[in-house]
């Protein structure tokens, strides 16, 4: 009979156990197979099932990158379904459709389709108080099981003992070692080297590269979304000193609103105008007729003067 260590308890081959990875898979890289297959193995699990998070919540965690690379939730789990040639490995699309992440409610669904399965969630050593909050607010530890990875055995156990949370549920996480060479493959590193045009096959499975390798730096532009933190100068409201026209605002939002205006001496009123002191004095002024067809030219005429 196998046993294997776990924290506080010997486990035996008696429950039939089913290893779960969510992830973003974007893309899905050799450490994620390798992870997942080490466990199976460890735990000699039955099944495997990897769950790509869907692609509104990868879009959101994405956004503060330029350029986001975010690949379709269809080729991710092409990706994905390539890189299960163990047979015990499988994709789970549930959360693909789904607006947030959703870790619990997913693992519940597992559970009630495969009702007669003992549930281990795949983590890293990282994601401890991500654990500990999900089990004091949600139960996550009564319900479901935890694999651990940890490069410190020692190191990770003496944390759990001292955790006012995961203390008590040291008989649910079982730690495994972590295979060497996966802390030196993400995710992250495949894009950053794809954007720079370097090449990143030795960090993907074989079947995944063969997809990944159509992808380039030009599907994806440099798009910024959000004009705040240190992009907050390309807001109209930011404050900067420009001529526009003749005279000189503070901010591109007060010399739009000014437009509104029929002569020289309303627009005036606007130059020293904070933006949101000019968006409630516009809000009283009635344009010409024709402003609203060329609105859209006017505020590319301000945009040059202010970057000028």
């Known amino acids: 009979m196998i046993m294997w260590k776990v924290t506080g308890m010997n486990m035996t081959k008696e429950n039939k156990r089913m290893v779960v990875m969510g992830g973003s898979f974007n893309p899905p890289t050799r450490a994620h197979y390798t992870l ?3 466990a199976i193995d460890a735990l ?6 990897f769950v790509p998070v869907s692609d509104a919540y990868l879009k959101r965690k994405m956004r503060h990158c330029h350029p986001p690379v975010v690949l379709s939730p269809e080729m991710r789990v092409s990706m994905l379904q390539s890189m299960c040639t163990d047979s015990r490995m499988t994709v789970c699309e549930r959360e693909i459709g789904t607006v947030e992440a959703r870790t619990l409610p997913t693992l519940m669904e597992l559970q009630e389709e495969y009702h007669d399965a003992e549930i281990y969630f795949l983590l890293g050593s990282d994601k401890l108080d ?9 139960g996550f530890l009564d319900l479901f099981k ?4 940890a490069r410190d055995k020692a190191g990770i156990t003496d944390t759990l003992k001292e955790d006012g949370v ?3 549920y040291l008989h649910r996480i079982v730690l495994l070692p ?3 060479g996966t802390d030196t493959i993400s995710s992250s590193r495949v894009r950053e080297r794809m954007l720079a ?3 990143c096959g030795d960090m993907l499975c074989p079947s995944v590269w063969e997809l990944f390798k159509e992808v380039s730096p030009a599907d994806f532009p440099d798009t910024i979304d959000r004009f705040t933190g240190e992009n907050d100068f390309l807001s109209n409201r930011f404050a900067c000193r420009f001529v526009w026209q003749g005279l000189r605002y503070v901010n591109a939002e007060a010399a739009f609103q000014s437009s509104k205006c029929r002569n020289e001496w309303e627009r005036k009123v606007f130059c ?11 809000r009283e002024v009635v344009p010409p007729a024709g402003w609203e067809n060329e609105r859209l030219n006017i505020m590319e005429s301000i945009l040059a003067a202010k970057f000028e």
């Open 36 to 38: 997942m297959r080490t």
């Open 44 to 49: 000699d699990a039955w099944k495997g099932i």
């Open 130 to 138: 991500l654990l500990s909050h999900l089990t004091h607010k949600r």
């Open 146 to 149: 935890v694999a651990l990875y």
């Open 166 to 168: 995961l203390s008590r």
């Open 178 to 180: 972590q295979p060497e």
């Open 197 to 199: 045009g370097e090449p």
């Open 272 to 282: 020293n105008c904070s933006a949101d002191k000019a968006i409630l004095k516009g």
